[in-house]
């Protein structure tokens, strides 16, 4: 198993809490940055949150400043996304995938995407 699989999704109210988890394969997630994407219907891919391989930087968009938080168990390969007070605008399909080279926010710097998770917020 080369790419990762994502969990956690579902359809939660505005205000509500969901955890996504993305197990990896030892070989694409050691050493290792993580990214979390999503997409919207209708709309491209946008980045999420970012960690490195030792968990120490983090990034985020500013949409979910404050509401997000990327952590990663390197025992585990598994990367996890905690959204808090969701809002109906976080909507969209959640996919995980390695940072492979610069560029936090780019997609074209990650590599090894999974299915993704859906996740659905109702106002």
């Known amino acids: 198993q080369v790419r990762p699989v994502e969990s956690g999704g579902g359809l939660v109210q505005a205000g509500g809490s969901l955890r996504l988890s993305c197990a990896a394969s030892?070989?694409?997630?050691?050493?290792?940055?993580m990214g979390w994407f999503r997409q919207a219907p209708g709309k491209e891919r946008e980045f999420v949150a970012d960690i490195s391989w030792s968990g120490g930087s983090t990034y985020y968009t500013d949409s979910v400043k404050g509401r997000f938080t990327i952590s990663r168990d390197n025992a585990k390969n598994t990367v996890y996304l905690q959204m808090n007070s969701l809002k109906p605008e976080d909507t969209a399909v959640y996919y995980c995938a390695t940072r492979v080279r610069d560029g936090v926010s780019d997609s074209t710097a990650y590599d090894y995407w999974g299915q993704g998770t859906q996740v659905t917020v109702s106002s």
């Open positions: 030892r070989r694409t997630f050691s050493n290792y940055p």
